[in-house]
């Protein structure tokens, strides 16, 4: 393991790496977006600070839950909804663009991926997606636009589908709810292919997600890991960079040439 926290001397390093990458992947966390003003999740002051989650199982046995999960994620996006892809994010769609990149798999809800330009086919959202909601009984999207509209007309109370009376919930992964089978599939298959596994943002302490790293050690892939913090899987990375994302991919980028 290389560990520079000269970030300088260490994008020299991550060239080299990426110059000779061509079926990398990404590994996204919470980490790439705080830059935008989205707190992560576990830091002081992170969203599990303010509000204890709301397991699976409580969101289907109640009205009185699935209203309050309505209440966070508006209150959230009062906050957060202007938020905009970071330097992290806009770097990662250029080396997808330049095909160094394979694909990118992400435990963000933010959509903040797509806004930077990066095509539903090349990305493996592991935990869902907040940006809009689907109906758990027959599976028809909602906008949440619709689903605001309805949750205020009825005082704050959570809108049931008017096709067929299920719950109506964010398209989010919840603690307890199944991880997506799909996504999940597809995940393994880009880190079995992978040259190159770079990690970004990640605490890289929530499985199963938190395995394809490991698992792209083993099958004979660089492991680079990019993160504020120390993670449990910084003594088996063959670069550990511990710094933040946005000065990474800047000096970065003088290494490669200008973000276009």
Sequence with gaps: MIQNDDIKAAAVELADIVGGMRNGVA???????T????????????????????????????????????????????????AR????????????????????VTQNIDGLHQASGVPDDRLVELHGNSTYATCLGCD?????????????????????????????????ISFGQPMPGLAMARARELTRACDVFLAIGSS?????????????????ATLVIINREATEL???????????????????????GPLP
């Design 85 to 104: 892809p970071t330097r992290g994010h806009r770097a990662l769609a250029r080396l997808l663009q330049e095909g160094r990149l394979a694909g990118i």
């Design 234 to 256: 910084d003594d088996i990375a063959d670069l550990v960079i511990h710094a933040e994302i946005g000065d990474v991919f800047d000096a970065l980028a003088e290494q490669l």
């Design 140 to 172: 028809t999207r909602f906008e949440l636009d619709w689903v605001r509209e309805r949750f205020q007309a009825a005082g704050g109370t959570a809108p049931d589908c008017p096709h067929c009376d299920g719950p109506i919930k964010t398209a989010t």
């Design 35 to 82: 830059e935008s003003g989205i707190p992560d999740f576990r830091s002081p002051g992170g969203l599990w600070t303010r509000n204890r989650p709301i397991d699976f199982d409580a969101f289907l046995r109640s009205h009185e839950m699935r209203s309050e999960a309505w209440r966070r994620r508006f209150e959230m996006e009062a906050a957060f909804g202007g």
């Design 204 to 220: 890289l302490v929530v499985y199963p997600a938190a395995g394809f790293p490991v698992a792209a050690k083993r099958g004979g």
């Design 27 to 33: 590994f996204t966390g919470a980490g790439l977006s």
